[in-house]
């Protein structure tokens, strides 16, 4: 465990106020034990927990004396200050916190609102509606290939030549699939008019 500090240490290496810990401590962002801070965890939490789309000063946006993050650290020998010696650690962790969570939200929505307009656009249908329609045509298909020996028994019986059958067969069942390919095509508009 690192050394802990104090509010006011802590804020002065955060480079922030301290009336900014203090509101990252009530509002659950970083841990106190026993009235101290560990900086290391601290820092974690800070960079896990804090909305970075909300700017870190009400005036400018800047983050205040914090030293940006392409900045290198400083030389372990270096005697400055802590907010000096800032370091890589306190970027925004990419594991959890609040930025993994709303990039996941984020991720979600926009792909439920591309899934919403590819069905309002017709390019999309609900795999129920396709079910149905998918049903009622193969259950037509079935009705006009099973009333073939009825509407043709008659006329086969009373012919001889086998060509003959052949042709009367054969035309037959290319009207039933030609009457198959006139189906109304799918629509999401209305079911009622697919059937």
């Known amino acids: 465990m690192a050394h802990e500090t104090g509010i006011r240490a802590y804020a002065r290496h955060r480079g922030v106020t301290p009336a900014a810990v203090r509101k990252a401590i009530k509002s659950g962002r970083i841990a106190v034990v026993n009235g101290k801070i560990d900086p290391d965890v601290a820092d974690r939490d800070w960079a896990a927990n804090t909305d970075e ?3 870190r000063n009400s005036v400018s946006g ?8 392409e900045a290198p650290p400083m030389a372990a020998s ?10 890589a650690s306190q970027t925004p962790a990419r594991g959890g916190g609040y930025a993994a969570a709303r ?7 926009a792909r439920i609102r591309e899934l919403d307009f ?21 259950r037509q298909a079935r009705d006009l290939l099973l009333a073939i020996p009825d509407r043709v028994s008659a006329v086969l019986a009373g012919l001889k030549d086998q060509a003959e059958v052949h042709r009367v067969l054969s035309e037959e069942i290319r009207r ?19 059937h």
Not at 62 to 69: E, F, N, Q, T
Not at 103 to 109: F, I, L, P
Request: aromatic share 6%; proline share 10%.
């Open 103 to 109: 990039a996941v939200r984020e991720t979600y929505e």
């Open 118 to 138: 590819k069905r309002m656009s017709g390019t999309l249908v609900s795999a129920d509606e396709v079910r149905v329609v998918a049903f009622n045509t193969a």
């Open 53 to 55: 789309t909300k700017p």
């Open 62 to 69: 800047d983050p205040g004396l914090r030293r940006p993050a």
């Open 78 to 87: 270096s005697m400055g200050s802590p907010r000096e010696n800032w370091s």
């Open 176 to 194: 039933v699939c030609e009457e198959l390919a006139q189906l109304p095509p799918f629509s999401t508009d209305d079911p009622a008019r697919r």
